[in-house]
């Protein structure tokens, strides 16, 4: 059941122009009321619009970040099978510098005995032309 306030209040609001005059003090009171009800409304309304901006924007953020953290993850998987390639690489670089090594050790022992081989030959010609 609707008092003449309300309906004065729904006929000014809807636009028809059809608003009716409190007919009493009371009845001034309920339609104030009415006004500050619908004033409290609408700053409700408000808030629950700004509300809602405030969550889209906020998911907004969130799924950039979640797309940002992604191409991160993506980056340090892709750093970490370059450093494990570069682990292979320097351990292979490592083997064959040692091996090199060793080679240039037998090289270095080869070449010893031949010059005392040779040294021999020198002497032992050198021993002969006398």
């Given at each position: 059941m609707?008092?003449?306030s309300?309906?004065?209040?729904?006929?000014?609001i809807?636009?028809?122009?059809q608003?009716?005059?409190?007919?009493?003090?009371?009845?001034?009171i309920?339609?104030?009321?009415?006004l500050?009800?619908l004033?409290?409304l609408?700053?409700?309304e408000?808030?629950?619009e700004?509300?809602?901006h405030?969550?889209?924007a906020?998911?907004?953020?969130?799924?950039?970040?979640g797309e940002?953290?992604d191409f991160?993850?993506l980056q340090v998987?892709q750093?970490g099978?370059?450093?494990?390639?570069?682990?292979?690489?320097?351990?292979?670089?490592?083997?064959?510098?040692?091996?090199?090594i060793?080679n240039?050790?037998?090289?270095?022992?080869?070449?010893n005995?031949?010059?005392?081989?040779?040294?021999?030959?020198?002497?032992?010609?050198?021993?002969?032309?006398?």
């Open positions: 609707i008092n003449h309300a309906q004065y209040v729904e006929n000014t809807n636009g028809n122009g608003g009716m005059a409190p007919k009493s003090k009371l009845e001034g309920d339609y104030l009321e009415d500050n009800k004033d409290r609408d700053r409700l408000v808030i629950v700004q509300m809602a405030a969550v889209l906020t998911t907004d953020v969130v799924d950039r970040l940002r953290m991160l993850s998987q750093q099978q370059q450093f494990q390639q570069q682990g292979y690489q320097v351990y292979t670089i490592t083997d064959a510098v040692q091996t090199l060793e240039q050790a037998d090289s270095a022992k080869q070449l005995d031949l010059m005392i081989t040779i040294t021999h030959l020198a002497k032992a010609l050198e021993h002969q032309r006398r």
